[in-house]
């Protein structure tokens, strides 16, 4: 179902067109989108702009946040990226669909995916539903946050830990929430980040590790750690430049970030990974293209990034980083282009659900990565169409 206002939660003050549209397009129509990770998701986000070529960026990703844990940046912007732009997709469906594919299941045993929220057609439900590899079940919890999209989200210990989000036309929220697997509960602490969406969250360590966002007002670039009871505002030297809807996923004990959108409207293509105490950016070639709302999870040794979307459209593409170099993969089958899709890890497989589709459709499919190819899952029971929900295990 197309749903052109997804991603409107607020309005972004966007500078003249000067390096947002240095590909001699106009200004890239984009306002809160979001990408976040999941890891996430997390983050993440698929309003992209009407034209352009070209899909670097420049300009400072700098900028000072409001609320507390807000926080101004000098370091590098790299912003603008030379890799590949593979994948992309202005209009058209480029990518396999996600129906034409027989279906593929994951053995899961005990543990299950859960996925919360989003926006489903301008709606923001609050439905909590789990995925065993197989088949996706609507629990019914006692209770549950309420509905929004752009939510950061991760596993830590044997719990999902949910962040922030916001809904179009209201203020973001700072609420912290962990689920079980059976019941949703509320951290109250002294101490949290500021109201936020479309930050992004992995675990690092024995820890989370949540990383920007925006408040409508401008991006941030500050780092929170968050143990499972308390979070600490962390000072690491040079962060990454603020941005909103990066990817984030942990790899062994360091987490890694990539792209992303900052306060100009700029995409960018820059990596970086982050120990516990320094933020560390990391320069190769080849790498994917600039862009926002991409996904990420951890597959063995290396992460995973697909999709997002730039000033061509969305995409499609897949990746793998080791911890010092990007790798496109080459499948056979492949996921639609798609940004602000939710994407985590079970059972030694990816797992990527929903997005918004170049035609700023709202998707449904399920699909699984064994690190080599995509597969589709078929499955009668699925969440309806959804955009910049939040998925993570529950072991």
Not at 117 to 140: A, C, E, I, K, M
Not at 363 to 386: E, M, R
Request: a negative charge; glycine letters at 16%; charged letters at 10%.
């Amino acid at each position: 179902m197309r749903h052109a206002s997804v991603l409107l939660l607020a309005p972004v003050v966007l500078a003249p067109c000067a390096s947002a549209c240095a590909g001699g397009g106009p200004t890239p129509d984009i306002t809160w989108d979001g990408g976040g990770s999941s890891g996430d998701g997390g983050y993440e986000s698929g309003a992209t702009s009407s034209s352009g070529s070209g899909n670097s960026s420049s300009g400072s990703g700098s900028s000072s946040g409001s609320g507390s844990g807000a926080s101004s940046s000098s370091g590098s912007d790299a912003s603008s990226s030379s890799g590949s732009d593979a994948g992309s997709s202005s209009g058209g469906d480029s990518g396999s669909d996600g129906g034409s594919s027989s279906g593929a299941n994951i053995d899961a045993g005990s543990t299950s995916l859960v996925f919360f929220g989003g926006n489903v057609n301008g709606g923001y439900p609050t439905d909590t539903w789990t995925f065993n590899g197989s088949t996706w079940t609507d629990l019914s919890p006692s209770s549950a946050p309420s509905g929004r999209q752009g939510s950061a989200v991760a596993t830590l210990g044997t719990n999902l830990v949910l962040f922030g989000g916001g809904q179009v036309g209201s203020s973001p929220l700072s609420d912290t929430w962990t689920f079980d697997g059976k019941s949703w509960t509320q951290v109250m602490g002294a101490t949290s980040p500021s109201a936020r969406t479309y930050a992004t969250m992995a675990v690092q360590g024995s820890q989370l590790v949540l990383f920007g966002g925006t408040t409508g007002n401008g991006a941030l670039n500050d780092t929170w750690t968050f143990d499972g009871m308390y979070w600490l505002r962390e000072l690491p030297g040079t962060p990454p430049t603020a941005r909103q809807s990066a990817a984030m996923a942990s790899l062994g004990n360091i987490v890694v970030l990539f792209g992303g959108l900052n306060q100009y409207s700029a995409f960018l293509g820059d990596t970086w990974t982050f120990d516990g105490t320094t933020w560390n950016q990391v320069t190769t070639t080849p790498a994917p293209s600039a862009r926002t709302g991409a996904t990420m999870g951890t597959l063995g040794n290396k992460v995973v990034l697909f999709g997002g979307s730039n000033v061509n459209g969305a995409l499609f593409d897949t990746w793998t980083f080791d911890g010092t170099s990007w790798t496109q993969v080459t499948t056979s089958t492949t996921p639609a282009a798609r940004s602000a899709a939710s994407m985590a890890t079970i059972a030694g497989t990816i797992v990527l659900f929903a997005g918004l589709d170049s035609s700023e459709s709202e998707l449904d499919d399920t699909w699984a990565f064994d690190g080599a190819d995509w597969s589709a899952i078929t499955t009668a029971n699925a969440p309806p169409p959804v955009v910049a929900g939040s998925m993570a295990l529950v072991p």
